[in-house]
């Protein structure tokens, strides 16, 4: 009983403040989803993806966990949190935390039990009405600086694919894909994506 009356009431974070760090996060005892993007609080949609986001979500993720069997490279699909430091890796240094549809991390040394510390080699942001703004402004620009190699951005309503590639620090965009094209990735070398085989399954 004590220990219950020592427990810390944490308050809900002040959206407009942006100095929040990954300390500050782990501290949060929310019902929603948040993410902390260079210390602003940014919510997720209150409600659950719709059925086609998840959908096309696991079957990815599972495209990606078949081809990556046997080889280094790991894939996660979200919740799962990624931070991304600047300067330091200490809790309360760290001020971005993101959690991206799919990522996949082949430097296993920044996995720990807690997710991934540093830049993932290819994110995967699946656009839904509620986070189109989130997704193509603020998380594009961290995904930069940060060093994410290849950032994919799906979709799911239009079916169509957009692939960001790192080039000396900057990224630069692929065409729009959609049906009848091939994507081919070069963060996780090999991996090929049939979008019109893909997106057929996606009902």
Same mark, same amino acid.
């Given at each position: 009983?004590?220990?219950?009356? %020592?427990?810390?009431?944490? $308050? ?7 100095? #929040? ?21 940014? $919510?997720?949609? %209150?409600?659950? *993806?719709?059925?086609?986001? +998840? ?18 490279? +790991?894939? #996660? ?18 001020? @971005?935390?993101?959690? *991206?549809?799919?990522?996949? &991390? ?7 039990? /807690? ?17 189109? +703004? ?10 930069? !600086?940060?060093?994410?190699?290849? #950032? ?22 692929? /065409? ?5 094209? /091939?994507?081919?990735?070069?963060? &996780? @070398? ?10 057929? !399954?996606?009902?």
């Amino acid at each position: 009983m004590e220990k219950e009356k %020592a427990k810390p009431y944490v $308050k809900e974070p002040d959206l407009s403040y942006g100095g #929040y760090t990954y300390a500050d996060y782990l501290s949060w005892d929310l019902e929603e989803m948040v993410e902390l993007i260079k210390g602003k609080v940014f $919510k997720k949609a %209150a409600a659950a *993806p719709n059925r086609i986001h +998840q959908r096309l979500t696991g079957d990815l993720h599972t495209e990606l966990n078949m081809f990556l069997k046997g080889k280094t490279c +790991q894939a #996660y699909i979200a919740p799962f949190d990624v931070r991304l430091p600047v300067k330091s890796k200490k809790d309360d240094k760290i001020f @971005t935390v993101v959690q *991206p549809d799919i990522c996949v &991390v082949c430097d296993l040394n920044k996995l720990d039990d /807690r997710g991934c510390i540093g830049a993932p080699d290819l994110v995967v942001e699946v656009l839904s009405p509620g986070n189109k +703004q989130l997704e193509l402004q603020h998380k594009y620009e961290v995904y930069e !600086e940060s060093g994410v190699k290849e #950032y994919w951005l799906m979709d799911a309503a239009g079916q169509t694919l957009l692939i960001y590639t790192l080039i000396q620090g900057k990224y630069h965009s692929s /065409r729009m894909m959609t049906c009848g094209d /091939r994507a081919r990735s070069s963060a &996780v @070398t090999g991996f090929e994506l049939d979008l019109e085989a893909f997106f057929a !399954e996606i009902k």
